[in-house]
C-alpha cells in the first residue's frame, strides 16, 4: 500500500532557485526518509528524520517533519543542474516488523535548469 | 561503503520464461527487499527476507517468488513471465536495528515481449 504522496509531481526551476518538495502520509511512523534517485539509477538515501524531531539539516537540504499534519517537506537551497533527479519519501512505521520494511511514496520529479 | 549489485541492467525475455533475477549485498545486512518500479506508481514492495531462508509477502507478490540460501544473496523468481511484469525491478538491503535506512543496487529494467 502506499503511503507518503508527493506533492508536486514534477517541479521546474532555474539554477540557484530553491526546490521544495511536500509529503503527507498517513499511519502513523518511526521516521520518514528522503531518497533520490538519478534517471534509470537505484535510490540513494538522502536524509532521515525521526517522529520526535521537527527539523533537520544536511548541506543544502532541509526536512522538516509535522506528525500532527502527517507530513513533511524536503528544501535543496541553491539547486544546481546536478541536483535534476526525482526524490523520494519513505516512511518506516511503527507497526512493520523486524525486518523494517519501508513504504515510499510515487516521487516527486525535479528539474534544475542551468 | 555499501554495495549492492544487481546481475542484469537489462534484460528482455518471453512471455512464459522463467526468469531469475540477482541481488547480492557485500554488508552482511539480514534485511533484503525486492520492488518494482512503474511510472507514476512509485516503488511497491514485493517480496523481503530477514534472514536467511525466510521471506514474507509486500504489497504485489502475486507472479513472484523468492529465494534466499545465502546472506548476501536475495534472488527474484518470475515463474513465468507476463508482459505486465515488465518494470524497473530494485533490490535493497538494510541492517537490523537500523532506522530502516535502505541501500539499493543499480536496477534491473526487464521487458518482457
Known amino acids: 500500500s502506499q503511503q507518503g504522496e508527493e506533492d508536486p509531481q514534477a517541479l521546474s526551476i532555474q539554477e540557484g532557485e530553491n526546490a521544495t518538495m511536500n509529503c503527507s502520509y498517513k499511519?502513523?511512523?518511526?521516521?520518514l526518509q528522503w531518497y533520490r534517485q538519478n534517471s534509470g539509477r537505484g535510490l540513494v538515501h538522502l536524509i532521515l528524520?525521526?517522529?520526535?524531531?521537527r527539523e533537520k539539516h544536511s548541506g543544502r537540504l532541509r526536512v522538516t517533519l509535522d506528525t500532527s499534519k502527517k507530513s513533511s517537506s524536503l528544501l535543496i537551497t541553491a539547486s544546481r543542474a546536478a541536483d535534476t533527479a526525482s526524490y523520494f519519501c519513505?516512511?518506516?512505521?511503527?507497526?512493520?516488523?523486524?525486518?523494517?520494511?519501508?513504504?515510499f511514496g510515487s516521487g516527486t520529479q525535479l528539474t534544475v535548469l542551468p | 561503503d555499501v554495495k549492492v549489485t544487481q546481475s542484469s541492467r537489462y534484460l528482455v525475455k518471453r512471455t512464459g520464461e522463467k526468469v531469475f533475477l540477482e541481488c547480492v549485498q557485500d554488508?552482511?545486512?539480514?534485511?533484503m527487499f525486492w520492488y518494482r518500479q512503474d511510472p507514476g506508481l512509485g516503488l511497491r514492495l514485493i517480496y523481503f527476507?530477514?534472514?536467511?531462508?525466510?521471506?514474507e509477502k509486500g504489497d504485489i507478490p502475486e507472479g513472484y517468488s523468492v529465494s534466499r540460501e545465502k546472506k548476501e544473496r536475495f534472488s527474484l523468481i518470475l515463474e513465468s513471465a507476463s508482459t505486465n511484469q515488465t518494470s524497473m525491478y530494485l533490490c535493497?538491503?538494510?541492517?537490523?536495528?537500523?532506522?530502516?535506512?535502505?541501500?539499493f543496487g543499480p536496477g534491473t529494467r526487464l521487458t518482457v515481449t
Open positions: 535493497a538491503s538494510s541492517a537490523p536495528g537500523s532506522s530502516y535506512e535502505q541501500y
Open positions: 499511519t502513523s511512523i518511526n521516521n
Open positions: 528524520i525521526r517522529s520526535n524531531e
Open positions: 519513505a516512511t518506516g512505521d511503527i507497526s512493520s516488523g523486524s525486518a523494517r520494511q519501508l513504504t
Open positions: 554488508m552482511d545486512h539480514e534485511n
Open positions: 527476507s530477514y534472514d536467511v531462508k525466510m521471506k
